[in-house]
C-alpha cells in the first residue's frame, strides 16, 4: 500500500493533539506509506471552528498550546503529510471511495505487518491468519475505517 488514512472525529483530533499521541501517529505514518493522510471529520450541521476566542492570546496571536498551533507544527514536521476534511462520515465514505478509485485492494496482512521490526513482522507473518487478528484480518481495511487501532489502509 501506497497510502494511508487516520481519521479523526474532532474531539478525538484535540485529544490526540494534546496528548501528543497524533504525533506519534503521524511519525509512524511517515515512515512507512508514501502518502500518509490526516482526514479531519467534522459535523456538518453544526457550526465549526478551530479558533475560540479564548484561545487567542493578548496580542492577537494563537497560544502555542491550542490545537490550531499543534496542528501548524505538525504539518510542518511531517511535510509528507496530507490533510483532508470532511464535514460527515457520509462525507468521509465517499472521500474513501474517491481515494479508492483504480486503486487495487490492499492485502490486510501485508497490511498489518507495515512498521513492525523485521523479526516481529516474519514471525507474525510465518504464523500465518490466526496470529494477525480476529477473524484472520491484520489491520484495517478501507470498510473498517471508524473503530480500528490501525489506520485505514489504501494500496
Do not use: C
Not at 506509506?33 to 453544526?46: H, N, R, V
Not at 504539518?75 to 503529510?81: D, N, S, T, V, W
Not at 516474519?122 to 504464523?127: L, V
Amino acid at each position: 500500500p501506497e497510502s494511508v488514512v487516520e481519521r479523526k472525529a474532532l474531539p478525538d483530533l484535540f485529544s490526540s493533539l494534546g496528548s501528543g499521541r497524533l504525533y506519534h501517529q503521524a511519525e509512524a505514518m511517515t515512515k512507512s506509506y508514501k502518502t500518509p493522510i490526516l482526514l479531519i471529520e467534522f459535523d456538518g450541521d453544526k457550526a465549526f471552528a478551530l479558533t475560540g476566542l479564548s484561545e487567542l492570546s493578548d496580542s492577537g496571536g494563537l497560544d502555542h498550546r491550542s490545537p490550531q498551533a499543534r496542528l501548524v507544527l505538525l504539518l510542518l514536521h511531517f511535510p509528507k503529510l496530507r490533510l483532508l476534511w470532511s464535514r460527515s462520515q457520509h462525507a468521509t465514505g465517499e472521500l474513501f471511495l474517491t481515494l479508492k478509485r483504480n486503486q487495487e485492494e490492499p492485502d490486510a496482512a501485508a497490511a498489518a505487518l507495515v512498521g513492525l521490526p523485521l523479526d516481529v513482522a516474519a514471525a507474525t507473518a510465518a504464523a500465518g491468519p490466526a496470529a494477525a487478528g480476529p477473524g484472520g484480518q491484520g489491520g484495517a481495511t478501507l470498510a473498517a475505517a471508524g473503530g480500528s487501532s490501525q489506520p485505514p489502509v489504501i494500496s
